[in-house]
């Protein structure tokens, strides 16, 4: 037998691929072989992040301009892909942004913006990619979710709705595309160093510390962090794994005291 987790071959489409988790989840894809293709708004992030993965993995990479929030730029990136590559295997639908306050302040713009981009652009994606997969017989979707798929956040009730709605999509398009050899799963991120999370470091004095002491394995997660996971869910290994979730959060969701005393 080969190697289940090689991706020689495949094509892998990253969202929000141009930095943080999204980054270390198109590493992952390449790094076992796969051909990247970013797809996010600033263009000359994603250039510089479509350079190092080909300097670093040799493998074939580039990049889309793509807004999710906006179903025709969907449609015309996912269609670039598809003309560029001739195949998607692998899609994973990881931009995502956050506004945090308290319930009664937010404006309905903001929250149509955080729904607009984390859940129904994760949907429009996984719909667009759809044909090409069903023809190839064959296609992994790798959502990220978040701590809040399962749990509250006082600061975050739109992100929280969309990181649970993205979960629960996860679950039903993985019933709905298991015939078509479709496997749709879910990745709930912990603590993780990136912008985003940056933001809210500046916002909440303490955090940073909060989340040394409050995560088992005393760090905050790094975007590498998301390579393995992204390779297993990505290849043949995974081949009997459909709407499941699996956190990558240093144990965080484990939390308590034992740690200290054991
Ligand atoms: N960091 C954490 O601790 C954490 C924890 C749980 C879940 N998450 C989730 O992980 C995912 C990645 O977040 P991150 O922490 O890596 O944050 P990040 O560094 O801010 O990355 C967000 C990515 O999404 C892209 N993006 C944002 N709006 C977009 C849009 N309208 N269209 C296309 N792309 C868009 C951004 O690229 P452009 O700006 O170039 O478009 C960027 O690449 C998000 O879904 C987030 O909710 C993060």
């Given at each position: 037998m080969g190697d289940l987790f090689s991706l020689e071959g495949k094509v892998s489409l990253v969202t929000g691929g141009n930095g943080g988790i999204g980054k270390g989840l198109a590493d992952g894809f390449a790094m076992k072989g796969s051909a990247v293709v970013i797809a996010a708004r600033d263009?000359?992030?994603?250039?510089?992040?479509?350079?190092?993965?080909?300097?670093?993995?040799?493998?074939?990479?580039?990049?889309?301009?793509?807004?999710?929030?906006?179903?025709?730029?969907?449609?015309?990136?996912?269609?670039?892909?598809?003309?560029?590559?001739?195949?998607?295997?692998?899609?994973?639908?990881?931009?995502?942004?956050?506004?945090?306050?308290?319930?009664?302040?937010?404006?309905?713009?903001?929250?149509?913006?955080?729904?607009?981009?984390?859940?129904?652009?994760?949907?429009?994606?996984?719909?667009?990619?759809?044909?090409?997969?069903?023809?190839?017989?064959?296609?992994?979707?790798?959502?990220?979710?978040?701590?809040?798929?399962?749990?509250?956040?006082?600061?975050?009730?739109?992100?929280?709705?969309?990181?649970?709605?993205?979960?629960?999509?996860?679950?039903?398009?993985?019933?709905?595309?298991?015939?078509?050899h479709i496997y749709v799963n879910c990745i709930l991120p912990g603590w993780i160093d990136t912008p985003l999370t940056k933001t809210a470091r500046r916002d909440f004095p303490g955090l940073t510390e909060f989340v040394e002491q409050r995560t088992p394995m005393g760090r905050w997660g790094e975007p590498a962090d998301f390579m393995g996971i992204a390779a297993f869910l990505a290849s043949d290994a995974s081949d009997f794994i459909t709407g499941e979730y699996i956190r990558v959060d240093g144990g965080f969701a484990q939390h308590g005291n034992t740690v200290s005393f054991t």
């Open positions: 263009v000359d992030k994603t250039a510089e992040a479509v350079a190092d993965i080909k300097k670093r993995f040799g493998v074939k990479a580039s990049g889309i301009a793509m807004d999710v929030a906006d179903p025709a730029s969907i449609k015309a990136g996912i269609k670039k892909a598809l003309d560029e590559y001739g195949r998607i295997d692998v899609l994973a639908n990881n931009a995502g942004i956050n506004i945090r306050k308290m319930p009664q302040d937010y404006a309905v713009e903001e929250w149509d913006k955080i729904i607009d981009i984390n859940i129904r652009g994760a949907f429009l994606c996984s719909q667009a990619v759809y044909p090409a997969m069903k023809k190839q017989g064959k296609g992994k979707i790798i959502n990220t979710g978040s701590m809040t798929s399962l749990i509250g956040l006082g600061k975050a009730v739109p992100y929280g709705v969309s990181k649970m709605g993205i979960l629960s999509m996860t679950y039903s398009m993985a019933l709905a595309w298991a015939r078509d």
